[in-house]
């Protein structure tokens, strides 16, 4: 959805009905949710929790997206400035704190075009340091309380921003806060997947029908309030459609065969460095061949824009089978501790480095109490 709205739709002369990309970041958003704190959820009762999700968070998105950062600034620098179609500048330094939503925020710009997907992946960072000590730390008898509270938190910082103008309108895009109810979407159905407690199958029909709803809701929020309207209804009906959606496929309904696909399959295996890399491959593609930021007003941009599908889906799949997924694969070593986290509160330094070490090589440890 991204790749076709950003290819096709968000350009000059562009095809504005393949505008939906916006639909596949709420999805991203919800997915993640959904996948993390079932995670979460499942192994944080492990001593060595935190050790093990930040190493094989880090090696799973930081050195694919850093290697994408670094060249494309590279490749901008040695190429003319009318490529970059770049409005206003910000801060290298930013890209590779993951802090770029902040001047983004403040200027309204996306910066560099080539790299303005990753906000996304700015939020979900913000989102992996905040949220794993939330749920640990949470009593799980007020667990759900808690994140239900964050959804009316995050409407009210939306409307703040896109009614009253309290801060500049690009905040309620781009900073965790105000797109919380979009991942907190996810997490609950994350919790009530792993709680067990759920009598699926008296709730199969509303899930089934509530993805539809949402939509539905969004386009009336749409039509009758405009663009600010959705920009702030958006982000909640269609967070609750999505984690509906994704419960669908969980639970196995009818919807859920068609993503049995091994086509889809590897798409998905490659779909993160095809984010990264995709905006940057098609402004290449057009820049070297036609001399021209992309565009679709003569036959020649459509057919440049055409084949730059194919030229990001293998140096996307190059990506993913030379860094992400030997990095990914080193971290699937650092293994899940059986031992309780409770019984690691009070350990010396030298029995913190000892687990650490059995953490990564996936063996027992040896240390006294």
């Not at 059986?338 to 019984?343: M, Q, S």
């Amino acid at each position: 959805m991204v790749v076709i709205s950003h290819y096709f739709g968000e350009i000059a002369h562009g095809v504005q009905a393949t505008m939906f990309g916006w639909i596949g970041v709420d999805i991203f958003f919800v997915l993640s949710g959904y996948l993390i704190g079932k995670l979460i959820l499942e192994k944080k009762d492990c001593a060595n929790f935190f050790t093990v999700f930040y190493v094989r968070r880090f090696l799973r998105i930081i050195p694919a997206y850093m290697i994408t950062v670094a060249a494309v600034l590279l490749l901008l620098a040695a190429a003319p400035a009318s490529w970059a179609n770049t409005t206003r500048e910000l801060p290298a330094w930013s890209y590779f704190t993951f802090l770029q939503v902040f001047p983004m925020a403040a200027t309204g710009s996306v910066g560099v075009h080539w790299l303005a997907p990753t906000w996304t992946l700015a939020v979900e960072e913000h989102f992996y340091l905040v949220v794993p000590a939330l749920m640990i730390f949470t009593p799980r008898r007020h667990l759900a309380k808690v994140l239900l509270a964050g959804i009316p938190i995050a409407l009210a910082l939306r409307v703040a921003v896109l009614l009253y103008g309290i801060l500049p309108p690009t905040t309620a895009m781009v900073l965790l806060p105000f797109r919380a109810d979009t991942l907190i979407c996810g997490l609950l159905a994350g919790l009530a997947v792993q709680s067990g407690k759920v009598r699926w199958e008296r709730h199969v029909s509303w899930l089934r029908v509530a993805p539809l709803l949402a939509v539905s809701a969004t386009l009336f929020a749409r039509v009758a309030g405009g663009q600010t309207m959705l920009e702030i209804c958006g982000p909640l009906f269609m967070g609750i459609g999505c984690a509906s959606f994704i419960l669908c496929l969980v639970l196995g309904t009818p919807e859920a065969r068609r993503f049995g696909s091994r086509r889809l399959q590897r798409i998905g295996d490659n779909s993160y460095c095809l984010y990264l890399v995709h905006l940057a491959v098609l402004g290449l593609m057009h820049g070297l061949i036609l001399g021209t930021l992309p565009d679709l007003q003569t036959k020649a941009q459509w057919i440049i824009t055409v084949v730059s599908l194919p030229v990001t889906a293998l140096v996307a799949y190059l990506m993913t089978r030379f860094i992400e997924e030997p990095l990914t694969r080193y971290g699937r070593t650092w293994k899940w501790s059986k031992e309780p986290r409770d019984a690691t509160i009070s350990i010396s330094p030298v029995t913190a480095s000892t687990r650490l070490v059995a953490a990564r090589d996936n063996r027992a440890p040896s240390y006294p109490d």
